[in-house]
DNA sequence: GTGAAAGCGCTAACAA
DNA sequence: TTGTTAGCGCTTTCAC
């Protein structure tokens, strides 16, 4: 672990070039304004000492950073459970380094982070926030809000806009759309599922049933109200028994589909709120001596590799393009950075309060 | 997307707690050396003000940045396939944040960002970085240790300490211990593979195979080695057609499986070099009509969730404590850069050259 | 123990 | 087009 030693600063470049320090800061950001000739001959000296900025300073007068904080809220905890995370980071992270951000995460570990978080977004050390945080009750990114970086949310906050003073936090339950001004990225999960059980119902299937998600996730809500629906429109479809609530596990999913078979045995379909929930409900429906998809139609959602492939039987699932939801996120933040820094056309270009991806259903064995 | 106001200086806050600059620099860090009546007032002019340090102007004098970089090398896919990512990060995140670090994520896209990279780390941005890299021929562990930031390796780096004129380089590819002076922390792959096929041992098998990981990983090798560590003391336990090359994949998992079968029909046991691999393993196992575990013992390696523990049957594997390691890697890093800083027991306290972490065996149905 | 003052390396007016 | 200059906000000697 050596120490670094200490680099040659603008100053010295300029020296070297026979030239001012601005004429070398012109260079090195662009470079207009400098006739050839002169360029030239800084570029060559920064290339002879290895030169390279220092950011401090430069941040210290510019009052930028290029570099965005993405903030996962540990509850989110499907994130450990599954690579959305990874494939989500990793959209942002390309779209980020196209643009010469760099990528700040923020991690964090239940309401003691929330100060921390809050705190580094207020400090400035960052130009904008990408936040994950799907539950209804996250204080959180109202919290967020009122530090007043500029955000995009990963998935559609569960908050409604109403202030808030920065206290223990009076984020409300409603659950329905964020405030005005505030700017996601989500995929179309009430779409999504309306095309899973619509699939399932041009399948000749009658009794459709769903396992939930967690309900205090906006993306389990989304998926319950598309799942609704399809169904209000079959007949017999607004049975409430229909309607099992899980939490997203495999282990919840068991559950949920024991108690499904309990009280309608005659079930001949299922659409989980995702893979995992999907998998457990396999698992119950084979012990229970019924076939997929003969007996019962299994679908689940998230296309979650290898789960969803190397299920028994290959789930069909509703896939979401994750990667391109982080980069999406990336580029609406970066967009408005920039709209808000040359303060002309600002609000000729106004951020879309929500911007929905769609989804594809995925055929594999199960249904 | 609101715009950051402009934030409170130290000046600020002296002049409302009367006192000067200096002052409420030392109370902001630490405070040693301020009588408290004037600490006190100092610290109720930054809660009024609501003061947060500009840590571009610190890191400016003080040539800190309190920030580490993560570096995950993309061709890491493994990294997409399952949540070791996630967990690793989020081991060093907690223990960053536990010392007031910040975690700049760089994720790398092939060879192209390697200059990026290093530039970066070159830049002076971070004050130290860790490195997850487990490729023989990866040259970024190389450049990075040139770069000459104090650098912690997640897995041991597959890569000779030859230096390396910084061209487009001259990594070898021995593949056996890193140069001197080289931190990492990895998990004990190759005692963990000893304790697996030591199992399968003295559960009476005795055709015990071994389909690889991909070998140009260190983490395959070393699992290999361990592997035969055993295998050499079993008696016909050489038998070169039990060990089958493949890939960390189901799919790869399941090409090896079928050739070992083709070569060794009689084989009664298999340790399989990851979980994934294991999964492909148990789907020929069952489509060529074996029973496992009663014909052919099945052991995974990573006891990945919820992959093993839905398999069919529940796989036993080797667990590693992924988040321990990046927690462990984080603390490398700060005590080494803590060391280099107070200039003192510097060489008292050397970090040592490699940290390996212990498997447990975690005994499920297939084995 | 406390304050005054000198920069850290850079950018951005403003002059030339 | 190029150079000069004045800070950005902070820490850190060095006097007091």
Redesign the pocket.
């Known amino acids: 672990m050596t120490e670094a030693v200490?680099?040659p600063?603008?100053?010295?470049?300029?020296a070297r070039a026979?030239?001012?320090?601005?004429?070398?800061?012109?260079v090195?950001?662009g470079g207009d304004?400098?006739?050839e000739?002169?360029?030239e001959r800084v570029r060559q000296a920064v290339a002879e000492l290895g030169?390279?900025?220092?950011q401090?300073?430069?941040s210290?007068?510019?009052?930028r950073h290029d570099a965005v904080a993405v903030v996962i809220a540990e509850p989110e905890t499907r994130v450990f459970a599954d690579p959305f995370f990874a494939l989500q980071l990793r959209g942002i992270s390309k779209e980020l380094t196209a643009h010469d951000n760099q990528l700040v995460l923020l991690l964090t570990e239940g309401r003691d982070d929330h100060a921390r978080v809050a705190r580094y977004l207020a400090g400035g050390h960052v130009d904008g926030a990408l936040v994950f945080s799907l539950h209804l009750d996250d204080p959180l990114p109202g919290l967020i809000h009122q530090v007043g970086v500029p955000t995009v949310f990963g998935g559609r906050p569960g908050w409604s806009d109403d202030g808030g003073a920065g206290g223990p936090t009076r984020a409300t339950r409603t659950g329905r759309g964020p405030g005005p001004g505030v700017v996601y990225v989500d995929c179309d999960n009430r779409g999504g599922a309306r095309v899973a059980v619509r699939h399932l119902v041009d399948l000749g299937r009658r009794r459709v049933a769903h396992l939930t998600g967690a309900l205090d996730q906006t993306s389990a809500v989304d998926r319950l109200d598309g799942y609704r629906d399809v169904m209000g429109e079959v007949p017999g479809g607004n049975d409430p028994r229909l309607v099992v609530e899980s939490d997203f596990t495999p282990s919840g999913g068991e559950r949920a589909m024991r108690e499904l078979l309990d009280r309608c045995p005659d079930v001949d379909a299922v659409f989980a709120a995702n893979d995992l929930t999907a998998l457990g409900a396999l698992r119950v429906l084979r012990a229970s001596g019924r076939r997929v998809p003969e007996d019962v139609a299994v679908i689940g959602f998230d296309d979650m590799l290898p789960v969803a492939e190397e299920a028994d039987p290959p789930l069909t699932t509703v896939r979401q393009d994750i990667e391109e939801m982080g980069r999406l996120m990336a580029r609406l933040l970066l967009r408005g950075l920039a709209d808000g820094r040359d303060r002309t056309g600002a609000s000729a270009n106004p951020p879309p309060a929500g911007v929905i991806l769609p989804t594809t259903l995925i055929r594999r064995t199960s249904a």
């Open positions: 200490s680099r600063t603008l100053e010295a470049v300029a026979g030239v001012s320090r601005a004429t070398v800061s012109r090195v950001n304004g400098v006739r000739p002169l360029a030169y390279v900025p220092n401090a300073a430069r210290l007068v510019t009052r």
